[in-house]
């Protein structure tokens, strides 16, 4: 396992005889096969003893929703590329099952059952397995409407050109925020259904901000966005980190994810740390993840004057 004596993890999360067998296991060293897949299982076990806060349709919660990864899927995938996964899926279950046509589906629901107990929730990047095995549903339904029935020839083939066609314009749209990509069912605001684990705000949209802060000649920011990235090597001007729950004046740049949770950079701030936001609107929408403000001094309210002037939560 390439694990040292000293290093040896406490396993705390597992049950009692398993913990002492993981010990014994880690410290005689035996050869094991597949020792990442043992490390992995070791790992999302200890992740789902050890739940994470989620976000979800607007809602925070620690250890997330049984259906998180249904709701993630069913609004980061095109929706053309769903209904050829339903319709295969109703061709697949009015015929006679064989194993080696059903595999595909029974191997997605396979997937969704074990995430039902996942208290994990941090994007839908865990279950991407799901996606190539939907896309052979929906190829088998693709084949189905080309090859229908000689009286619903003309009609299958005309679905599956439109749906195609609107593949096609929702892959385009999307360009070049893949990343940010919802479909029509998240409604105009995303960030009020996913927000967390690179679904929509990874700060990818850094650069952007860069080049849109020198084009305004901005020597002073208030940037309360999360990302992983060097901030020193952004590009940005002198900025500072808004402190929660007082508003400040000048210009001020925020990511989705900070303004729905309260993560910037590598500090998670309350639920409503940034609210006094909300209401204001934008000079700038930086990519799909950034909001740029400019509040002059006579932009805050008495009571935010108060709050900025105590520097005391409103």
């Not at 259906?67 to 697949?92: M, N």
């Not at 865990?126 to 339904?141: D, R």
């Amino acid at each position: 396992m390439q694990l040292s004596p000293e290093s040896v993890p406490s396993f705390q999360h597992f049950p009692g005889p398993a913990r002492k067998i993981a010990r014994t296991l880690v410290l005689r060293d035996p050869w094991l096969p597949a020792p990442a897949l043992l490390k992995g299982l070791a790992s999302a076990w200890a992740l789902n003893k050890t739940p994470s806060l989620a976000y979800l349709l607007g809602k925070e919660k620690n250890g997330g929703w049984w259906y998180f990864f249904l709701v993630a899927v069913a609004v980061k995938t095109p929706l053309p590329f769903l209904l050829l996964c339903l319709i295969g899926l109703c061709v697949l279950l009015s015929r006679p099952l064989r194993w080696t046509t059903v595999a595909p589906a029974a191997a997605v629901l396979a997937v969704f059952c074990v995430t039902l107990f996942v208290k994990y929730n941090a994007g839908v990047r865990h279950v991407m397995v799901v996606f190539p095995l939907l896309a052979v549903v929906a190829g088998y339904a693709c084949s189905f409407l080309w090859q229908s029935p000689r009286r619903w020839h003309p009609w299958g083939r005309s679905a599956l050109l439109v749906l195609l066609l609107w593949q096609c314009i929702s892959s385009l749209n999307a360009h070049p925020d893949y990343i940010a990509y919802f479909n029509e069912l998240a409604g105009p605001d995303p960030s009020r259904v996913l927000v967390t684990g690179c679904d929509l705000d990874c700060g990818q949209d850094l650069f952007r901000l860069s080049r849109a802060l020198h084009e305004r000649n901005t020597s002073q920011l208030n940037l309360a966005v999360w990302s992983s990235a060097d901030m020193s090597r952004m590009n940005l001007p002198v900025f500072q980190t808004p402190p929660p729950f007082q508003p400040v004046t000048g210009w001020v740049a925020i990511s989705l994810r900070s303004l729905r949770m309260g993560d910037v950079l590598h500090t998670t701030y309350p639920p409503g740390a940034f609210a006094w936001l909300d209401g204001r609107k934008p000079v700038e929408q930086i990519g799909k993840t950034i909001h740029l403000y400019y509040l002059p001094p006579n932009a805050l309210t008495g009571t935010e004057k108060a709050g900025l002037d105590s520097g005391q939560p409103r």
